[in-house]
């Protein structure tokens, strides 16, 4: 999609530090990191939110899910660790191509 930093990464025209691929997503860390692991999952193909993936292709959400998992115990950050989708930029998105935030390497507070 034009005009989206996300797809530009993705097909190579701006760098990433990827740190992880399979067929149907990308992991590169965060260029402004949160915490000592933070890394976003984002899948090849635009989509703009967690929910329009899951409506388009719902095993696609599974490889985001396991993509982060893979992410999570290559960083060494054990069983505490966090996946993140702001939906909406009333929650915080500011690239609207779905990405999961892998976060972790420090505690995280609990959302209740
Ligand atoms: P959102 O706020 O949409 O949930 O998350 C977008 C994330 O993308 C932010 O954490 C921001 O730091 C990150 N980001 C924005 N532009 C770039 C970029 O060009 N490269 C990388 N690696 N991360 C980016
Ligand atoms: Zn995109």
Redesign the pocket.
């Known amino acids: 999609m034009a005009d989206c930093?996300?797809c530009?990464?993705v097909a190579g025209e701006?760098?990433?530090?990827v740190v992880h691929e399979s067929a149907g997503v990308i992991a590169?860390?965060?260029?402004?990191?949160?915490a000592p692991t933070?890394v976003?999952v984002v899948t090849r193909e635009h989509f703009r939110n967690v929910a329009e993936v899951a409506v388009a292709d719902p095993s696609l959400v599974g490889e985001i899910a396991a993509v982060a998992g893979a992410v999570a115990a290559a960083e060494g950050v054990g069983d505490d660790w966090r996946l993140?989708?702001?939906t909406g930029a009333g929650?915080?998105?500011?690239?609207?191509h779905v990405?999961g935030?892998v976060l972790g390497g420090r505690p995280l507070r609990s959302l209740g």
């Open positions: 930093i996300f530009a990464i701006i760098p990433g530090d590169f860390r965060d260029i402004s990191p949160s933070h976003l993140v989708f702001n929650a915080g998105q500011t690239v609207f990405h935030h």
